[in-house]
């Protein structure tokens, strides 16, 4: 066999990755004469941020392993017998990795910790970053945690502020959404009426012989004994006759 470079590196890197755990399956650098050497990156492990974590050499047991934090590690394999290793190589080592990432709804922070994301943002877990949702949505979680997803507001309730997922709201009695993306409700026309306490996507009419005061109720009524509707509003029977 030729020979053979004396000095490799490799970067761990997942997207999105809190931390990088790295694990030995075999472990047989020539003690004294082949060093391992494992490091903890903030980015490209080229600049600012860059941790030492372990130097190795020799034998290990095989379950050992390393964590960065950082979600980065930076894995070296050096000869310090010169700048080629012996013809046939070294045992060397194997090893495998195994990464954390932030549940979505949430992203990494000084690539250290997973906060969630702030309201009118959202994560589905594929990215590194918190987006801002697009105008007539609103981010939305379903289990007290950070948004995963955006979502129009249904027929029957409104958004009160774009991306913001607290104000995706039903409409009030009184009022109504028919189609999705409101961002408001509107009062039902006078003669018509909702009551629904979630949401009304449409108004009904009053019954005959029923009647409203003004746009926006949640009701119908009907003039009390002895009185009539000549106009807006009730009056005894006998102050029209007189």
């Known amino acids: 066999a030729g020979p053979h470079p004396a000095h490799c590196q490799w970067i761990i890197a997942p997207p999105g990755a809190v931390s990088v755990t790295l694990t030995f399956t075999s ?10 050497t494992l490091y903890s990156c903030q980015s490209d492990c080229r600049s600012w941020g860059v941790q030492l974590l372990r130097t190795l050499s020799g034998t290990l047991d095989p379950s050992w392993a390393v964590t960065s934090a950082t979600g980065v590690m930076m894995v070296t394999f050096s000869a310090s017998d010169g700048w080629w290793w012996p013809a046939g190589g070294t045992p060397g080592f194997q090893a495998s990795y195994k990464a954390a990432f932030c549940r979505p709804g949430s992203v990494a922070t000084a690539a250290t910790a997973c906060t969630q ?40 309730v409104y958004i009160a502020q774009d991306g913001n997922w607290t104000a995706k709201m039903a409409c009030s009695p009184g009022t109504f959404a028919s189609g999705y993306a409101s961002t408001a409700c509107l009062a039902c026309a006078d003669g018509t009426y909702s009551q ?18 003004n746009a926006g109720a949640s009701t119908c009524r009907s003039c009390g004994a002895g009185e009539v509707r000549p106009v807006k509003a009730c009056v005894p029977l006998a102050a029209i006759v007189a």
């Open 196 to 213: 629904y306490a979630y949401g009304s996507t449409a108004c009904i009419a009053c019954a005959a012989g029923t009647f409203t005061d």
């Open 117 to 156: 994301c702030a309201a009118g943002t959202y994560s589905d877990g594929s990215t590194t970053s918190c987006a801002s949702c697009p105008p007539q949505t609103a981010a939305w979680a379903t289990d007290g945690g950070g948004a995963t997803s955006c979502v129009y507001a249904d027929p029957g």
């Open 27 to 36: 472990f047989a650098p020539r003690a004294g004469l082949d060093t391992v």
